[in-house]
């Protein structure tokens, strides 16, 4: 502690530094609740069908190397423990969704078995419904109306059920339109919520800054030319630019994913608005602390598996938007 007091006393904190330090906590705070949006979908929907197993997979490696290649080139503490965090979380997520698609894969093969089981026992009153429908039309509703024993009971329940109709016709329009406001407002909730949570997580990330920095715990980093000069191990480079290969080739399953079900059920929105925020964070605080060539080369695995990701994350948000809205108009059909 006294030592980050003391760098913090010899290093000013200058308007650079202060944007690099917050953004880095608000990158932190976004990476801690990441993965959570998601698990709690999961288990509202008890069902993992909306997510690809193998954008999580990729995901995974891609977190295995980041930390085996922070270790590696001996970066901060804090990179390194949210590494690990990131490959526990991972592996709690891949075990979720293979549960989910166990049990529910389990449920189905029950149910098609008694299905099958059940179609013999009804092939016999198959085959009378169909001697039945060999009758003509008006000799069935007769007979069912005699059957009741009340004269006029054909005609009543004729008319009652044209007037059914009838009111079902004038009524469709109405509950269009109901549910149409019901959509759109539900739609405007989850918006809201989704943007409260992200300012949530910024105000959380700019807090625990300021704590940081007040404590001591935070202090303004020195150029340290001397080791930019000197660079990192070429296999902790390598584990890097690896990484950020499997960052940018994660997301690509999941998009033919959504693209060719049409659909985003089951992926939650948070999810992916958080990784922008903390792809986008994590970036502008590294290019804040300095952009000198030395320094950008070194960190530039990290910037291309953050800022490159950034671009997939708003493809998923116009397949949400594309596939929301086209959900919804089925919906109300």
């Not at 997520?93 to 293979?98: K, P, T």
Request: hydrophobic share 45%; charged share 20%; aromatic share 8%.
């Amino acid at each position: 502690m006294s030592q980050a007091v003391a760098l913090a006393e010899s290093v000013p904190l200058t308007a650079h530094e202060a944007l690099s330090g917050v953004f880095g906590s608000v990158s932190l705070a976004a990476w801690i609740f990441l993965l959570v949006p998601q698990l709690v979908t999961n288990y509202r929907m008890r069902s993992a069908e909306g997510i690809s197993l193998a954008f999580l997979t990729v995901w995974f490696v891609g977190d295995v190397t980041n930390l085996v290649g922070a270790v590696w080139a001996s970066l901060v503490p804090t990179v390194i423990a949210l590494a690990v965090y990131f490959c526990f979380a991972d592996l709690v997520l891949i075990a979720q969704c293979v549960y989910y698609n166990v049990l529910n894969a389990r449920r189905a093969a029950r149910k098609a078995s008694v299905q099958s089981g059940n179609g013999s026992a009804t092939a016999a009153d198959d085959d009378a419904a169909g001697s039945r429908e060999e009758e003509p039309l008006l000799s069935r509703r007769e007979s069912a109306a005699s059957s009741i024993g009340l004269p006029g009971s054909h005609r009543r329940r004729s008319s009652a059920t044209s007037s059914a109709r009838r009111q079902h016709r004038g009524s469709q329009p109405r509950r269009d339109s109901l549910a149409r406001i019901v959509e759109e407002g539900s739609g405007r909730r989850e918006w809201v919520t989704n943007v409260a949570s992200i300012a949530a997580v910024c105000a959380v990330g700019s807090v625990g800054w300021v704590v940081a920095w007040k404590s001591g715990a935070w202090a303004p980093q020195p150029s340290e030319e001397g080791r930019e000069a000197e660079g990192m191990p070429v296999g902790a480079e390598v584990l890097g630019y690896v990484s950020a290969v499997c960052y940018l080739g994660a997301r690509i399953p999941q998009i033919v994913k959504n693209y060719r079900d049409k659909s985003c059920e089951g992926l939650s929105l948070l999810f992916f608005m958080l990784s922008l925020l903390g792809n986008l964070t994590y970036g502008a605080g590294i290019l804040c602390h300095s952009i000198e060539k030395e320094y950008f080369l070194r960190n530039l695995p990290w910037l291309i598996g953050s800022l490159g990701t950034m671009v997939e994350d708003v493809t998923i948000f116009a397949q949400f938007r594309i596939y929301g809205d086209k959900s919804e108009s089925e919906a109300v059909v």
